[in-house]
């Protein structure tokens, strides 16, 4: 499974971005994808996350300003992230794994936020 991040960006506090992950590869061994973000310094940590059913989980320091949502068609996973803040600021990587597995075998590249104040 190959995983490929875009739409990072610099933006100041209060505006929004959204990023994409186009998945591509053996999807049928995936049951789950999600975002996590790792800020310099700190603990790589999940952002939000989807379920192959479509369940959908979330930090709670974005919960009702991140929106997860996905293109099953096109094999992407989208982060509509609302509001931003400087404590958002990260690299943001998309992440998927199989079912009763954990994560970290599936990983994208990053792609960098900052959220200027």
């Known amino acids: 499974v190959q995983l490929v991040e875009s739409g990072g960006a610099l933006v100041q506090a209060g505006g929004s971005l959204r990023l994409s992950c186009a998945a591509s590869g053996s999807m049928f061994s995936i049951s789950a994808m999600g975002w996590f973000r790792q800020a310099p310094g700190k603990e790589r940590e999940l952002v939000a996350a989807?379920?192959?059913?479509?369940?959908?989980s979330y930090a709670d320091s974005v919960k009702g300003r991140f929106t997860l949502s996905r293109d099953n068609a096109k094999n992407t996973l989208y982060l509509q992230m609302n509001s931003l803040k400087p404590d958002d600021t990260a690299m943001y990587y998309c992440?998927?794994?199989?079912?009763?597995?954990?994560?970290?075998?599936?990983w994208g590249q990053g792609t960098q936020v900052t959220v200027s104040s």
């Open positions: 989807i379920s192959d059913v479509g369940s959908t």
């Open positions: 992440a998927a794994r199989g079912p009763n597995a954990g994560w970290g075998r599936y």
